[in-house]
Structure formats: C-alpha cells, structure tokens
C-alpha cells in the first residue's frame, strides 16, 4: 500500500507560479512511476506529467508542455510539479499518481496508475 500527500494548491494570477509536491509513504518509492493528472469541473480527469522510477524519463500532456516540470526525490519520497505561466484553464483540482506496473508512455496513455492522492486544488485568475 502507498499513501500519497499533495500540497501546494492555491490561488495564484495567471502568468505566475506554483509548485505542488507529493509525498509520498507506505511501499518503496523508487520502485514506482510517478504522474500528475488533473479535474477541472465538469470535465474528465487528464494526465498531466509523468516521471520514471529514476526520474531519467519524463513525459508531459502537449498542453502544458515546456510550462511544467515533473521532478522527483527518492531520498525524500517526494515529486514535484513545477508549474510555470500558469493559465486559467490550468484550473483544476490536481492529483498524484503512482504506478507499479505502467510507465510514463502508458500512464500517459490512459493507464490506471495504482494509487491516487486526495487531491490540491489550483485556482489561476484571469
């Protein structure tokens, strides 16, 4: 069993800056891939980023490309999304993810990671 953490969330105008963090507890950390995927209201859940169980591999949605970096510390159980230039339709609540199984490619592909956090919202003004 994993437990996932994230924070971070918050308000912020667009064209700013957050990053959320996801720590993680429970089963080895390193032995899994982890991802970033997010709901914004009436919509389905998105992937976001994801990351290799080395960090050597990482994968982002087009939308948010060049804008977010997923990174990870294994020393501290931890990912990060740095989220740069924020805009308003990066609204939603976002999620942390981690995988056994699936790496990056299929994780951004649709497959089911096997763990989910609790979610942190992130609010962007226009």
């Known amino acids: 069993q994993v437990q996932l953490v994230e924070s971070g969330g918050g308000l912020v105008q667009a064209g700013g800056s957050l990053r959320l963090s996801c720590a993680a507890s429970?089963?080895?950390?390193?032995?899994?891939?982890m991802g970033w995927f997010r709901q914004a209201p009436g919509k389905e859940r998105e992937f976001v980023a994801a990351?290799?169980?080395?960090?050597?591999?990482?994968v982002y949605a087009d939308s948010v490309k060049g804008r977010f970096t997923i990174s990870r510390d294994n020393g501290k159980n931890t990912v990060y999304l740095q989220m740069n230039s924020l805009k308003p339709e990066d609204t939603a609540v976002y999620y942390c993810?981690?995988?056994?199984?699936?790496?990056?490619?299929?994780?951004?592909?649709?497959?089911?990671?096997?763990?989910w956090g609790q979610g942190t919202q992130v609010t962007v003004s226009s």
């Open positions: 993810a981690a995988a056994i199984s699936a790496g990056t490619a299929t994780l951004a592909k649709g497959a089911p990671p096997d763990y």
């Open positions: 429970g089963r080895t950390f390193s032995n899994y891939a």
């Open positions: 990351i290799s169980w080395s960090g050597g591999r990482t």
